[in-house]
């Protein structure tokens, strides 16, 4: 069975929506087991595969470890990654998972 997640995500300028670049994401979950791991893939409708991702959950101490791993196909479309800003947004991302948990 596979979950499918088709989301926009917006990025640009602070200053102007005007200038905000809009991207089709399309995430593709090919396993979840519950409540220990997802794994989906993330691309776009031209390459639906660009890179898996697997997501961990462990308990310890009362307190939930998440670990995400990103597989690209390439050292270069990691790096293209990196510059375009993925680490960062995948932080913004986490702490609003935290937040929301609080």
């Given at each position: 069975m596979k979950w499918i997640l088709d989301r926009?995500?917006?990025?640009?300028?602070?200053?102007?929506?005007?200038?905000?670049?809009?991207?089709?994401?399309?995430?593709?979950?090919?396993?979840?087991?519950?409540?220990?791991?997802?794994v989906y893939n993330q691309g776009s409708e031209e390459d639906p595969e660009q890179f898996q991702v697997t997501v961990t959950f462990a308990e310890h101490g009362g307190r939930t470890e998440l670990t995400m791993r990103?597989?690209?196909?390439?050292?270069?479309?990691?790096?293209q990654a990196i510059e375009f800003g993925a680490i960062k947004?995948?932080?913004?991302?986490?702490?609003?998972l935290a937040e929301y948990l609080r």
């Open positions: 926009e995500a917006h990025g640009g300028s602070p200053c102007t929506a005007r200038m905000a670049l809009i991207i089709k994401i399309k995430i593709v979950y090919t396993e979840i087991v519950k409540p220990e791991r997802l990103m597989r690209f196909k390439t050292a270069a479309e990691r790096d947004g995948g932080k913004q991302t986490l702490d609003r």
